[in-house]
């Protein structure tokens, strides 16, 4: 990727890069040059977890090669998305995603739809989410999820966006909501997945990606480690879902985007691979799925 010497800092007005002007002077962008860049698939920096240091992580995050984000909005309530597409305009890189997760489905009122479909007309919007069905922690009535969940879906179809599917314990309601929903135009991805090879199989059927998270890193992991193994390499993303689920040897702690590359490396060690074969393949599998530009050159707006 060819350097930008007229990086963004001479430009006040344009969006802030997702860069620094630092690791141009200290060569530590050679140094990442030499490893094919990674995509956190899913991630809410733009919650009060990152209020204190958001510059920070990003900037770790681009040292640890990490040029691209997608910001989940509709992660606790719905001034996330307008949050979440704040930050996607000030960075290049950064992307947004919104919509309103399962668990807060009860809370969210006509006009808030209303909202939110309009959001989905910004530039830099480019899925819906997150939404799905947890039937683990059933915070919203099931009808209600079901309901939510059936209306995202549509609207995703409605707007050709893909749709970024939370899924707990619901694998068969989440399937049948995206065949009967999509009628096989609907795209999207399992996010955080971690039900079985069963379960990834009649995704993948219906044209689904598999996104892995810190949970495939866990001790206690081995059955997911398992499908990592054999999911198809043109099927599957990585993705922190941060401030939550930090990867060993992080676990414990808040999450970040930095932490994508133990993602990667895990998936790179169950499947006998070099991480950037992990970090190329999905690269390409979020490109196509969100239509992200390929090879953006950070610094640019
Ligand atoms: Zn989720
Ligand atoms: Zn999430």
């Not at 059936?150 to 619901?170: K, M, Q, T």
């Not at 992080?250 to 985007?257: A, H, I, L, T």
């Not at 169950?270 to 953006?296: H, K, M, Q, T, W």
Request: with cysteine; proline share 6%; charged share 30%.
């Amino acid at each position: 990727m060819p350097e930008t010497p007229s990086g963004g800092i001479t430009h006040a007005v344009r969006p802030e890069p997702f860069d620094n002007a630092q690791d141009r002077r200290s060569g530590a962008q050679a140094e990442r040059s030499r490893r094919a860049p990674l995509i956190d698939t899913h991630c809410h920096i733009q919650t009060e977890e990152f209020d204190e240091d958001r510059h920070e992580v990003l900037a770790r995050a681009r040292e640890a090669g990490v040029d691209t984000l997608i910001v989940v909005g509709g992660a606790g309530d719905l001034s996330t998305n307008d949050a979440a597409v704040t930050l996607a305009e000030q960075h290049a890189g950064l992307y947004a995603t919104v919509g309103m997760h399962p668990h807060d489905a009860k809370d969210v009122a006509e006009e808030d739809m209303d909202r939110l479909r309009g959001l989905t007309g910004h530039p830099k919007v480019v899925a819906i989410g997150e939404t799905g069905l947890d039937f683990h922690y059933d915070n919203s009535p099931r009808e209600v999820q079901r309901e939510m969940f059936d209306r995202f879906a549509g609207l995703a179809v409605e707007r050709r966006l893909p749709i970024v599917v939370h899924n707990r314990e619901s694998d068969r309601e989440v399937a049948e909501t995206i065949r009967n929903r999509g009628g096989g135009k609907l795209e999207g991805v399992i996010h955080c997945f971690t039900s079985d090879q069963a379960a990834a199989r009649s995704f993948l059927d219906l044209g689904f990606y598999l996104s892995f998270s810190g949970i495939v890193t866990f001790k206690n992991a081995d059955g997911l480690r398992d499908v990592a193994r054999w999911a198809p390499l043109d099927r599957l993303l990585i993705e922190t879902d941060a401030p939550f689920l930090a990867p060993v040897p992080k676990r414990g702690r808040r999450n970040e985007p930095a932490y994508v590359r133990f993602v990667a490396e895990t998936l790179a060690q169950v499947r006998g691979v070099g991480v950037d074969e992990i970090a190329d393949a999905a690269g390409r599998n979020a490109r196509a799925l969100f239509g992200l530009p390929s090879g953006e050159t950070p610094g640019k707006p």
